[in-house]
């Protein structure tokens, strides 16, 4: 679904991403994982088209995705920082969405699940941190998407919001979604993901499936998998 | 973009702008002297907020342009409709603030001329705004340059134009202030509204040239399309720049 081949990228003279090279296909489930600053962001946003890679091309079903924008609408994307015209309404932002997509078969699952169908009245100024991170849930979800792209997307919401959240996205795993996750809290990702790909100081040190990582490390728990990668 | 209308500094703008002009007509016994006083205010502050209030919401929305630009958007249309939503809504607090005030007290050739002219200047300074912040990244820096950029075009322009005058006071400098007037849309404006005035007069030979220049169809033509481009550039050279742009 989606290929990245020998994808570059450097802000001035820091290097960002190193000759990353990557293949996603549906029904994958793959969390995005690394310290801080190993370029998880960049590359997502590379592969949103919103950071152009120096050099290296991004494929997505097949077309070269770059000074194409129609791709897009088979995205779903939740940013890490959600922030929305202080004086719009949660009904209106939701409105301009499915104005700018003309997508008729929308799916409001999560805005009931998550409780913002009571309040779609309030402006997005009066909203708090973890209620807007469930505004940029919903919107991911809204569109039925194949492709999910999900920054950091558990950061800030409270536990139910996230079971809630988690379940959806097991729901769409299912629809042979392909889900691409970046988080820090891997304890959350176990019952998630099917994949890992770690990146650490812009290079993609490994890129397996989970089974493969479990008995290669010979750990159950994703944490200490990947706290066994890290030492070792 | 109902957002912009909706915002409280829009709305104090136009509140401003409606006291003022109202009071200046009221305080002079003569609506033409009182559209002179308001002319000489209209020019610092209209393209003050326009600069300032659209960096500003540039920089508070970037987190909103970032969700958008992953939209199935193309980078161009994104960027002018944020052009179209900031120009239309700097116009429209124009109009209402100034505008009618003029309407009421001066419904002639001189006081569209103004109505016209404020409108050009509120977009033109809007659209600079969008190439002063696509091209900082920081927004205090950002801020920064388009306050400079508007010192520069209300102040330290004139400061050198005069230099540049004392310095060739012994050549004919008329034709070459038609082209610095020019590069400035501010004095462009002010240019024309006070040749409808009918005071040229009073701006001794050099007035008496702007106003054989200025004063004809093709100078008022070729005057207006200057400003038409001074909107069209910077807007233009900030599309460039946004569809390039690493986000």
Same mark, same amino acid.
């Given at each position: 679904m989606?290929?990245?081949?020998n994808?570059?990228k450097?802000?001035g003279k820091?290097?960002?991403?190193?000759?990353?090279?990557v293949?996603?296909?549906e029904?994958?489930?793959i969390a995005l994982?690394?310290?801080?600053?190993?370029?998880k962001?960049?590359?997502?946003k590379?592969?949103?088209?919103?950071?152009?890679?120096?050099s290296?091309?991004?494929?997505f079903?097949?077309k070269?995705?770059?000074?194409?924008w129609?791709?897009?609408?088979?995205?779903?994307?939740?940013?890490?920082?959600?922030r929305?015209?202080?004086?719009?309404?949660i009904?209106q932002?939701?409105?301009m969405?499915k104005d700018?997509?003309?997508?008729?078969?929308?799916?409001e699952?999560l805005?009931?699940?998550?409780?913002?169908?009571?309040i779609?009245?309030?402006r997005?100024?009066?909203?708090?941190?973890?209620?807007?991170q469930?505004?940029?849930?919903?919107l991911a979800?809204l569109f039925n998407?194949?492709?999910?792209?999900?920054?950091e997307p558990?950061?800030?919401?409270d536990?139910?919001?996230?079971?809630?959240?988690?379940e959806?996205?097991?729901?769409?795993?299912?629809?042979?979604?392909?889900?691409?996750i970046?988080?820090?809290?891997?304890?959350?990702l176990?019952?998630?993901?099917?994949?890992?790909?770690?990146?650490?100081?812009?290079?993609l040190k490994?890129?397996k499936?989970?089974?493969?990582l479990r008995k290669?490390?010979?750990e159950?728990?994703?944490?200490?998998?990947i706290?066994?990668?890290?030492?070792g | 973009?109902?957002?912009?209308?909706r915002?409280?500094i829009?709305?104090?703008?136009t509140l401003?702008l409606?006291l003022?002009?109202?009071?200046?007509?009221?305080?002079e016994d003569? +609506?033409?002297?009182?559209l002179?006083?308001l002319l000489? %205010?209209l020019?610092i502050i /209209?393209?003050l !907020?326009s600069?300032i *209030?659209?960096?500003i919401y540039?920089?508070?929305?970037a987190e909103?342009?970032e969700?958008?630009v992953?939209?199935?958007?193309?980078?161009?249309?994104?960027?002018?409709s944020e052009?179209?939503?900031?120009?239309?809504?700097?116009?429209?607090?124009?109009?209402?603030g100034?505008?009618?005030?003029?309407?009421?007290?001066?419904?002639?050739?001189?006081?569209?001329?103004?109505i016209?002219?404020?409108?050009?200047?509120?977009i033109?300074f809007?659209?600079?705004?969008?190439?002063?912040?696509?091209k900082t990244?920081?927004?205090?820096?950002?801020i920064?340059v +388009?306050i400079?950029?508007?010192?520069?075009f209300?102040? %330290?322009f004139?400061g050198? /134009?005069?230099? !540049?005058?004392?310095? *060739?006071?012994?050549?004919?400098?008329?034709?070459p202030m038609l082209i610095?007037t020019?590069l400035?849309?501010?004095d462009?404006?002010?240019i024309?509204i006070?040749?409808k005035?009918?005071?040229?007069?009073l701006?001794?030979?050099?007035?008496?040239?702007?106003k054989d220049?200025?004063?004809?169809v093709t100078?008022?033509v070729?005057?207006?399309?200057t400003?038409l481009?001074w909107?069209?550039a910077?807007?233009?050279l900030s599309?460039?720049s946004?569809?390039?742009k690493d986000l």
């Amino acid at each position: 679904m989606i290929i990245a081949t020998n994808v570059n990228k450097s802000f001035g003279k820091l290097p960002v991403l190193k000759n990353i090279s990557v293949n996603c296909n549906e029904g994958e489930c793959i969390a995005l994982i690394g310290p801080n600053g190993s370029g998880k962001t960049t590359f997502i946003k590379c592969l949103l088209g919103m950071v152009v890679p120096d050099s290296g091309f991004i494929t997505f079903a097949g077309k070269n995705i770059i000074h194409d924008w129609e791709y897009r609408s088979h995205i779903g994307y939740m940013p890490q920082i959600g922030r929305y015209p202080d004086n719009m309404t949660i009904a209106q932002v939701l409105d301009m969405m499915k104005d700018i997509r003309k997508q008729r078969n929308v799916d409001e699952t999560l805005i009931h699940a998550l409780g913002l169908s009571d309040i779609l009245k309030k402006r997005m100024r009066t909203l708090s941190g973890g209620t807007r991170q469930k505004v940029s849930a919903s919107l991911a979800f809204l569109f039925n998407p194949d492709v999910l792209i999900l920054d950091e997307p558990t950061a800030g919401l409270d536990p139910v919001s996230s079971e809630i959240l988690k379940e959806k996205i097991i729901t769409e795993k299912k629809n042979g979604k392909l889900i691409l996750i970046t988080s820090h809290i891997l304890s959350e990702l176990d019952d998630l993901v099917t994949e890992v790909m770690y990146l650490q100081e812009g290079q993609l040190k490994f890129h397996k499936s989970i089974d493969v990582l479990r008995k290669d490390t010979g750990e159950e728990k994703l944490t200490r998998a990947i706290a066994q990668v890290m030492q070792g | 973009m109902l957002d912009i209308l909706r915002s409280k500094i829009i709305i104090g703008y136009t509140l401003f702008l409606l006291l003022v002009s109202l009071s200046v007509f009221n305080l002079e016994d003569n +609506a033409s002297k009182g559209l002179a006083s308001l002319l000489n %205010i209209l020019l610092i502050i /209209v393209p003050l !907020i326009s600069i300032i *209030f659209s960096t500003i919401y540039i920089y508070n929305s970037a987190e909103f342009i970032e969700l958008l630009v992953s939209q199935p958007l193309k980078r161009s249309t994104l960027w002018m409709s944020e052009f179209i939503g900031l120009s239309s809504a700097m116009s429209f607090a124009y109009f209402i603030g100034a505008g009618i005030p003029i309407l009421l007290y001066q419904p002639d050739a001189v006081g569209l001329t103004m109505i016209g002219t404020g409108i050009l200047l509120s977009i033109i300074f809007v659209s600079i705004a969008l190439l002063a912040s696509v091209k900082t990244r920081d927004k205090a820096k950002g801020i920064g340059v +388009a306050i400079l950029l508007w010192f520069y075009f209300s102040i %330290i322009f004139d400061g050198i /134009v005069l230099f !540049i005058l004392f310095q *060739f006071q012994d050549y004919p400098m008329e034709k070459p202030m038609l082209i610095f007037t020019a590069l400035n849309p501010i004095d462009l404006s002010r240019i024309l509204i006070l040749l409808k005035m009918d005071i040229s007069a009073l701006m001794g030979y050099t007035g008496a040239v702007f106003k054989d220049f200025f004063g004809t169809v093709t100078g008022t033509v070729i005057a207006l399309s200057t400003l038409l481009l001074w909107v069209a550039a910077p807007c233009w050279l900030s599309v460039r720049s946004f569809v390039k742009k690493d986000l």
